[in-house]
């Protein structure tokens, strides 16, 4: 079955500018994740989606990020008054409820340049 | 802070296993160890995961010592498309990855 998706692949923008990032998860899968990879690191988590709900969002790194997940699937990340150190790849992931022993599958991430 | 440690690199020759190792030393009883892999540009990719047994799948083969301190993830039989970053991350109920910098396998022909 089709895997992760995300929209735009890459998106370029401007310091101070407002961008919206999109996750389509696996069908059925009631956990969603956020995380952003900066050139040469691993994936650092953002934020946990159980059903619509946040169940952990510790990983923002200050109130310009927030996330969405109104009906349980499609996730959307929101990045307002965006700074050139947001620049990175935000990789979404999905997983099926969210508990320990399953698998999270990656999306194929969008790389975000903020100049 | 991830709770793995990695080395940052190795090498491997083609049709040769790769073998590779991580540290967990601090694991806790309910967390298990997984393994992905991410080819430039890709998103982490699944390989395998394990909680006190050793496993086996179409990729790769995962070796948990006794007192679950340290992992080997097996490639038996490396190609050239296995050249990416592996990652060894810990998971238990609740949490998310924490993710280290992985090791970045060179697989020579």
Redesign the interface.
Known sequence: GAG?SQTPSNKVTEKGKYVELRCDPISGHTAL?W?RQSL??????LI?FQGTGA??DS?LPNDRFFAVRPEGSVSTLKIQRTERGDSAVY?C?SSLW????E???????TRLLVL | DAKTTQPPSMDCAEGRAANLPCNHSTISGNEYVYWYRQIHSQGPQYIIHGLKNNETNEMASLIITEDRKSSTLILPHATLRDTAVYYCVLLRYGQNFVFGPGTRLSVLP
């Open positions: 992760v994740y995380y040469g690191q691993g994936p650092e988590f946990y169940a952990d990983g990789l992931a969210g508990r320990g022993g698998t999270q599958y990656f999306g194929p991430g």
